[in-house]
């Protein structure tokens, strides 16, 4: 259960733990700074498969599938699923996740999926709904090229506002306890993941399990609402998702009374170079200052400087592969105690940019904390 | 708080109530069997708007407009908003429910979206997480067409098994307590449809509060899994849908241990008259038999002999303005006791279609039972 905190908020009263987390990213993510600490790179961005949007799908999946090694559960121990990605109607999530046949709530918030999907979680294993769930999000360079923009092969110029949608995949589980119990060299035998281009997922498992000194739990969230500024270039999406991420900062603070420097980190979705001094300058106007605080998961996938990412990395997998792959191993080694994750989203469609509407943002928040475990 | 029912089921212990509703639709629909029951009809089915989808998103806000003045509550008292639609990155939801200022939860579930967003809207005010919600989903025949087949300017000939997306929209506002005790006569002065086309809102609002005799709970709910039985006829939805809706109603029944005659209706959202047929088909091996039960929102809407509309109707639309406009008036009536109402999803996109994907299907069921006010 949890308390209603002020408009948009909630607390629970017994937070869910994030009992394990898998993700899976392409090569371009593999080459940059948290590179060495995702899960699998594939060996290329096809993933074993003829067509972008499989290749996505194949993601998700791989992502589940780790997830579930790492915490040593079969598919249907698994209650309920939260899922989604960026292509219409879904298609990475109804691809990827169909052989696990497990109860699924689809969802769409853009790049905030990961937020939207762990509030989701969080608030169904809180309520005692289930025992265990999942949260699993993707994106992919080329299906979300093709879907928004231009094809690859169009070879279309980039100006250098554009982020780069990350190929790649994030699942979480969440359960009632934390996890520890679990014995990960039994539990290694039951994982499964049926691909043939994994380079390091034993080594990760094995890793994983000796860094987990504290467990996670998700203390709060605060979910967004709408906010439309007017931006119509979807070639610019920091500029379109940082008003929606100041709203939603600015609502988290208020309705939890915390200042900024209550968390070690706020860390956004995709914002980018671009976006993160525009979300800056929007806070600093209602006089919150969480420049010292900040980072942007777009801003930690990629380099920007050597590989050429433009203002950064985006997309639904650009926060849940950080997430997974970097900040959440932090909390369990003890290095970071409390951050605000907040994933932004760009409501785009490639018809509603074409016929001149707004690009509106969404952005959900979660509290995770460092807890003994 | 609420039980755990099987695999994927919950018995809330205190169901909540749907407070109201409201539903918009378009003039086919205004003319078919249950055209009267109708809270507004427009007078074409632009809605005022120059294109297609933004018709859709109007029909979300007058929806949403509507169900707050039937209850007398103000945008703000809503504490979360789950909707969606079938366009690409949910895009009639992104721009129809913007200007409400809600904290959102986007959903996408193809056409069982509205059971979906009944079923997590539900879980949060039984979990305590709220004190009133809404659930709102939408579709529109010429953007479903655009979006999945050809535009209506192709004239493309439709075959026989077709069903013919709805348009219109449904919402649902879910509470804590009854909503009896409110006033409508003061609270329609605070209804505001904000529209030139509403012909029977004012009566419609009078009429419900007359035959509001029984108030109606959710007491519980089966969350579906993806099922694809290889079907990749994109003009024979009920056929893709039919197989996930007799495994959520298989799984339903098994999970609360009840008969179908447990139900007074057991209502499908969209499969038509061929998917009802492969329903019936698919239970009567598991030997079920719902057939003197059972119904689907896609016969009840429209009359296809007269109207020409194929199997019947579908979309989003179909199941929450068959839900609105017919049966929930039934069971607030007393004229129904226990319905399950079960929407169905094809999860199919026009890239996945034209990449020679499978349709899988998906279906999430609802239990409405009418309940002393």
């Known amino acids: 259960m949890a308390q209603q905190m002020g408009r948009q908020s909630l607390q629970f009263e017994n937070p869910p733990w994030i009992i394990s987390s898998g993700c ?41 599938t780790l997830a579930l090694g790492k915490a040593g559960l079969r598919a249907d121990e698994l209650r309920y699923l939260f899922a989604g990605d960026l292509l219409g109607q879904s298609m990475a999530t109804s691809f990827g996740l169909q052989p696990f046949e497990i109860p699924l ?25 289930a025992d265990v769930v999942g949260a699993v999000t993707s994106s992919h360079f080329a299906s979300a090229e093709k879907q928004f923009r231009f094809p690859l092969e169009y070879a279309n110029q980039r100006p250098l506002c554009t982020t780069w949608t990350v190929t790649g995949a994030g699942a979480f589980l969440l359960g009632r306890e934390s996890g520890k119990k679990q014995n990960y060299s039994d539990n290694r035998k039951r994982t499964d993941a049926g691909s043939p281009m994994i380079k390091r997922a034993e080594q990760k498992i094995a890793d994983d399990t000796e860094q987990k000194v504290c467990g996670v739990r ?37 309705d939890f009374s915390r200042s900024p420097s209550w968390y070690d980190k706020i860390i956004t979705g995709d914002l980018g170079a671009v976006g993160r001094e525009i979300l800056l300058d929007l806070l ?17 996938i990629f380099d920007n400087e050597v590989q050429g990412t ?57 509290v995770l904390e460092a807890a003994e475990n």
Chains 1, 2 share one sequence.
């Open 24 to 64: 899976i990213a392409g090569t371009k993510e593999g080459e940059g700074p948290i590179g060495h600490e995702i899960d699998l790179i594939g060996e290329d961005d096809n993933f074993g498969c003829d067509i972008w949007e499989e290749a996505e799908s194949t993601l998700q999946k791989e992502a589940l």
């Open 105 to 129: 709530f689809g969802l769409y918030g853009a790049c905030s999926t990961a937020g939207e999907a762990l509030a989701l979680a969080a608030m169904t294993v809180a309520a005692g709904y």
């Open 218 to 254: 998700i203390t709060g969230i605060t979910t967004g609402k709408i906010v439309d500024y007017g931006v119509r270039d979807s070639m610019n999406m920091g500029a379109a998702m940082a008003p929606a991420a100041a709203d939603c900062i600015q609502a988290h603070l208020k």
């Open 284 to 300: 600093a106007q209602k006089k919150i200052d969480i420049g010292s605080f900040h980072t942007d998961c777009g801003l930690e």
């Open 310 to 366: 433009g203002s950064g990395g985006s997309g639904c997998g650009c926060a849940a592969v950080t997430m997974c792959a970097h900040f959440l191993p932090m909390l369990r080694r003890g290095e970071l105690k409390r951050i605000l994750f907040v994933p932004t989203g760009a409501l785009l469609s490639k018809i509603s940019f074409n016929e001149g509407e707004n690009i509106p943002g969404i952005a959900h928040a979660v």
